[in-house]
């Protein structure tokens, strides 16, 4: 029926992972330990990392 890209459901989380990551990197939260920042960097480019190669996959939805 309708097939949808995974890429878009991927980008979002990893657009979602962004914005924390950058929040947590100008101390807008109360986390502030340098691992912390060093997690939410790593986390943030595995999920662009995972977005790009998962970018020709598709699911049908209907």
Sequence with gaps: ???LPLV???MI???NLTAF???LQLD?????ALIYK???WLLT???WVLAYKKRN??????
């Excluded at 807008?28 to 502030?32: A, D, G, Q």
């Excluded at 996959?57 to 209907?62: A, V, Y």
């Design 8 to 10: 878009i459901i991927y």
């Design 1 to 3: 029926m309708f097939k």
């Design 45 to 47: 480019i595995g999920a």
């Design 13 to 15: 989380i990893a657009f």
């Design 38 to 40: 060093i997690i939410a």
């Design 28 to 32: 807008m939260l109360i986390f502030n």
């Design 57 to 62: 996959k598709f699911i049908t939805i209907g």
């Design 21 to 23: 990551t950058l929040f």
